[in-house]
């Protein structure tokens, strides 16, 4: 899908940009909502670190943010296309309200909190998950409870409806976290770091994250084997990691960057944002360090940018497969119920084939030794 693509039926951004506040302005091409933070002079790593949490609830509770219009008139902005240019536009737009909140999540000891990003339209899928891998549940005295990370939804014509049944089906689960900032790809960056924040403000006892999309298959029971071994006190990051992976130069492509954006040959390492698995406690240094850095566009690769500005390096195991279990979409393997079942995540599934799966794996399987070589 090409860069222009992604937000059909939307006007683009004209050479001349308002200064109304964001509340009648765009972002994404859509319209969105934001509170009055305005960035400031970056502090540095080591200004920040020492810094006492001071914030016991969720404090973004305005609406009132403007265009920033210091570089409109720089050649190198008007030659980008409009979507970046909303995202550059609004980029120190960075934490929104919250509507829907769950602070008891974290109450108590949490050995494992699965927080999955969805949209707000795809309820099969949050369904699919609660009823497979999502299922709260205690192994052996180790707590684990999941969480859903949401915005708002994109289409203005369908918001209401939408919000109507979400807060239905939270008043059912209470397992959602919503943000009033526009679901869109751009602003997948803004719930990581809304994502981050809450975590900092509300979650002191939890062990370990498992964060991923809605669309895999993961095995809570091999993450919690996988963990026994890691010792308190680490920095652990563990999932699909690329290395030395090249920003996309092709607009045609979903991922594509303007030099303009990132000048660099290469992004440092980095987990695919399919699944991976952090500390509880390196969670709330990434958040820390987050506030010292620039949103990027790519929610995954701007994680990589935190751990990298921590010096912590993301950890590969073959457990994760963020681009299925083999490149080639087509391969029987990718199907395979043998090779899912000493997985800890695979990309990607619908619901229908996430529920199949899961009662494949969980049957009486017979797997030959063949099938466990990769």
Not at 63 to 66: E, F, L, P, R, T
């Given at each position: 899908m090409a860069p222009t693509q992604l937000f059909q039926g939307q006007p683009p951004v004209k050479e001349s940009v308002s200064q109304e506040p964001l509340k009648a302005q765009k972002r994404d091409g859509v319209i969105s909502a934001a509170n009055s933070f305005w960035k400031k002079e970056i502090p540095t790593a080591e200004e920040t670190a020492p810094a006492e949490k001071q914030v016991t609830a969720w404090d973004v509770t305005t609406?009132?943010?403007?265009a920033n219009?210091?570089?409109?008139?720089?050649?190198?902005?008007?030659?980008?296309?409009?979507?970046?240019r909303q995202f550059l536009l609004y980029r120190h737009c960075r934490y929104f309200p919250m509507l829907i909140n769950h602070p008891e999540k974290c109450g108590g000891d949490i050995h494992l909190l699965i927080v999955v990003k969805s949209i707000?339209?795809?309820?099969?899928?949050?369904?699919?998950?609660?009823?497979?891998?999502?299922r709260e549940k205690?192994?052996?005295?180790?707590?684990v409870r999941t969480l859903f990370l949401l915005g708002v939804a994109s289409?203005?014509?369908?918001?209401?409806?939408?919000?109507?049944?979400l807060e239905y089906e939270d008043y059912i689960y209470k397992d959602i976290l919503q943000w009033?900032?526009?679901?869109?790809?751009?602003?997948?960056?803004?719930?990581?770091?809304?994502f981050?924040?809450?975590?900092?403000?509300?979650?002191?006892?939890?062990?370990?994250?498992?964060?991923?999309?809605?669309?895999?298959?993961?095995?809570?029971?091999n993450i919690l084997e996988f963990l026994q071994d890691q010792k308190e006190g680490g920095d652990l990051f563990v999932g699909d990691v690329l290395l030395k992976a090249r920003p996309i130069r092709k607009k045609e492509n979903k991922y594509y960057i303007p030099s303009a954006l990132y000048s660099k040959n290469n992004y440092p390492p980095y987990a695919g944002g399919g699944g991976f698995v952090m500390d509880g406690p390196l969670a709330k240094k990434l958040h820390r360090v987050s506030e010292t850095l620039e949103l990027y566009?790519?929610?995954?690769?701007?994680?990589?940018?935190?751990?990298?500005?921590?010096?912590?390096?993301?950890v590969a195991h073959a457990g994760f497969k963020t681009f299925g279990i083999v490149k080639n979409k087509n391969s029987k393997l990718n199907k395979e119920p043998c090779f899912y079942q000493s997985m800890m995540v695979v990309h990607k599934l619908l619901p229908a084939e996430l529920l199949a799966m899961w009662d494949l794996v969980h049957s009486n399987l017979t797997c030959s030794r063949k099938l466990q070589i990769l």
């Open positions: 609406i009132n943010c403007s219009l210091n570089f409109t008139k720089d050649d190198w902005f008007k030659g980008l296309e409009p979507n970046f707000i339209t795809q309820h099969d899928r949050r369904e699919a998950i609660r009823r497979t891998w999502g205690e192994v052996g005295g180790r707590k289409k203005e014509e369908e918001r209401a409806n939408y919000q109507k049944l009033d900032f526009l679901d869109s790809f751009f602003n997948l960056t803004l719930k990581e770091v809304h981050l924040k809450w975590f900092d403000i509300y979650c002191d006892r939890v062990r370990f994250i498992f964060k991923g999309d809605d669309d895999v298959f993961a095995s809570p029971d566009p790519i929610d995954d690769v701007f994680l990589g940018m935190c751990l990298e500005a921590l010096k912590v390096a993301p």
